[in-house]
């Protein structure tokens, strides 16, 4: 007789894909932006309560928590993303956005949709011993004041205690069911600045009368080059970028004032720490150069997603154990994109992994208009998360 525990299998949620696919596609549909996720929360909501999940509303603003307790034991912590993007969607597919301007161009509705089916498939099973809660989180897009630091702020680690939290996103670029990792520093620290330079506006036929902001910014864009090539240490990834400048209405008219915004990134504090410092400093002193002033604006964004080896390491085994070393990308580059579930990470051990989209035709970028989430994905996510659980749980 075989004694060895059934976990859970990808073809344990094929019954449930298609009502998968048809919940993500309405979530799709229906897209809300940060802090406004009151439909989809709703939505969460009312499948919890109906396969017997203790529901609590209104964490972290929209956020939602569900909480199956099945015995004693461990407890573990599953987080998936709800909120869109302020995108207009142009996919043409017969469930696109209602709401212009709005919509999911980043896989939340797949993320979301993902860790329900795995909701429901743990209800009904049962197969485990103690305690998962379900982390459906609000704004993760927003950037600052985000859904992840709400929600820890508003107590959910205290509320709803776990010894780990996993959470997961797509990954395009990579085939279906192809698994990534990375202990440690897998995404990094993403950090923004505004700068306003001062000059001093006149008529273009008299610069000298003048102290012309635009030179100063373009001076200071050309001077950024430098902070990461000369002063960060070659072998420690980090980016510097100017992605928006402004100033200026008139081909005739010299302006008062320049508009930058930067883009940093790093995945260390003391590197993180030396380009806050380097670029003001660089900021002022080119600004003074030319007898401007600027004020400067510096805002820390999400910090680094840092996953712990122990944590890693089980997620990666479940994986294997799930599809097979061939779809398992166990050392995954590091990328300069961010996530706030590194607030999370912050306060559990636990790790962030990814799970690949598409290639080719499949596989179109995140924040982009043309983006879909890839359904393929639905029950090959869902039974990652319900065996995660079981394994943890076991």
């Not at 509303?57 to 407890?75: A, F, I, Q």
């Not at 929600?151 to 010894?163: A, H, T």
């Not at 273009?204 to 960060?232: E, K």
């Not at 999370?344 to 879909?372: I, K, S, T």
Request: glycine content about 10%.
């Amino acid at each position: 007789m075989n004694t060895e525990p059934h976990y859970c299998e990808i073809d344990d949620l094929q019954p449930m894909t298609d009502e998968l696919t048809r919940i993500r596609r309405h979530i799709h549909q229906h897209p809300e932006m940060a802090y406004e996720e009151f439909e989809t929360a709703a939505l969460v909501a009312g499948k919890l309560r109906a396969w017997g999940y203790d529901v609590t509303e209104g964490v972290g603003e929209t956020g939602v928590v569900g909480t199956l307790t099945v015995g004693s034991g461990k407890r573990i912590g599953l987080r998936a993303d709800m909120d869109a993007l302020p995108l207009t969607e142009q996919t043409g597919l017969p469930y696109a956005s209602v709401h212009a301007g709005t919509m999911h161009a980043c896989g939340h509705d797949g993320h979301t949709t993902m860790l329900l089916g795995a909701a429901e498939y743990l209800a009904r099973t049962r197969n485990f011993t103690g305690t998962v809660h379900l982390y459906f989180q609000p704004a993760e897009e927003k950037g600052f004041d985000s859904g992840a630091q709400r929600m820890v702020k508003d107590g959910l680690f205290e509320r709803f205690p776990c010894d780990a939290v996993f959470g997961l996103h797509n990954h395009p670029g990579e085939a279906p069911g192809t698994f990534l990792f990375r202990s440690g520093a897998f995404m990094s620290a993403s950090d923004k600045v505004a700068i306003t330079v001062h000059g001093h506006g006149g008529h273009a036929a008299r610069p000298h009368l003048t102290v012309d902001p635009i030179v100063v910014a373009s001076s200071i864009v050309m001077a950024l080059q430098t902070v990461v090539a000369r002063n960060v240490n070659p072998v420690e990834p980090a980016v510097v970028t100017v992605g928006l400048l402004q100033a200026g209405v008139a081909n005739n008219v010299i302006s008062n004032s320049a508009y930058l915004e930067l883009s940093i990134r790093s995945f260390s504090k003391p590197v993180r720490a030396l380009l806050k410092e380097r670029v003001q400093a660089l900021v002022h002193a080119q600004a003074s150069s030319y007898g401007a002033t600027a004020t400067i604006d510096y805002m820390e964004g999400y910090p680094v997603i840092d996953n712990t080896p122990a944590e890693t390491e089980f997620a990666l085994q479940v994986a294997r154990e799930l599809v097979g070393d061939a779809h398992i990308i166990p050392h995954a580059d590091q990328l300069m994109s961010s996530e706030d579930f590194a607030y999370m990470l912050e306060q559990r051990p636990g790790c962030f992994l990814r799970l690949g989209n598409g290639v080719g035709e499949d596989g179109c970028m995140v924040h982009n208009p043309a983006y879909d989430f890839n359904d393929k994905n639905l029950p090959i996510g869902a039974a990652y998360w319900a065996r995660l659980v079981e394994r943890y749980l076991s």
